[in-house]
Every structure is written in structure tokens, then in C-alpha cells.
């Protein structure tokens, strides 16, 4: 397996592509570029953002995520770390791929001061739930989303 590393703007087709390869994904990503575009020049223009590609070893991005570093006040001033869309590409499933990207941001969130990691996976996604009770998260907290 390669390594992770920060997302260049030419990765974008990889990365959308992993956004639309699951059932949730292929409803909802769009196929019109310029959103994403727009996001990753965001995203890369914050500090306290970081979308990262895994790479195979002979290239190809396999993986991806996105590590938000969100300061706050409770936890005694701590930021947190909250961990999103995180993929996989289909054939490289159950590769350790997932541990790797996720450990990878256990340890940038570390690194950055954070005081906690978290992260939100749908309830239909039964295998991330074991993935990530694997890897010592506790699913401890009930969320909500409002779409807009």
C-alpha cells in the first residue's frame, strides 16, 4: 500500500469518483465538476482542513478523507478532531486501506492538539459501525442533520 497524503486539484476525478462509488454516494454526488472545484479550493485554502488522498503503491488514489480540526471551548478549550467522507475504493476494501487513512487522522488530530476525534457514519452503513468500533470509536452520541 502507498502512502496518504495531501489532495492536489488534479486528484478531483479520483475523489469524486470514490464519493459516488456506494448507494448513498451515486444519489447524491453530482457529475458537474464545478461544485467540487469550488469545495477543494475552499478546503485547501483553510488551515484547519485537510483532504487527503491514499495512494497504491504503484499510484492510483484508492482512499480518501477529509480531517476538520474545529477549536471550541468545552473539553477545557480543546479543538477536535471530526473525521468525514471517508472512502474506499471498492476493490481495495478490507485491504486495511480504511485503518490506515482513519489512523492516519487519529494521529494528525493528535499532532494538532486536538483533545477528541469524531466522526458520523449513516445508520444503513452497518459494516463502517464495526470498522470503526475496531478501531476503539464509541458510538456514544445520537446525530441529527437538517438538509438545507
Known sequence: MGSVRRARRADLPALVALLRDDPL???RESTDP???EAAFDAID????Q?????????GPVIGTL???VIPGL???GRSRGQIEAVRVRADRRGTGAGRLLVEWAVAESRRRGCGLVQLTTDRSRADAHRFY?????VDSHRGFKLAL
Not at 50 to 58: E, R
Not at 133 to 137: P, Q, S, Y
Open 25 to 27: 454516494g451515486a444519489a
Open 34 to 36: 464545478a461544485p467540487y
Open 45 to 48: 485554502a483553510d488551515p484547519n
Open 50 to 58: 485537510a483532504l487527503v488522498c491514499l495512494d497504491d503503491a504503484d
Open 66 to 68: 477529509q480531517l476538520t
Open 74 to 76: 468545552s473539553r477545557g
Open 133 to 137: 468500533a475496531g478501531l476503539g470509536f
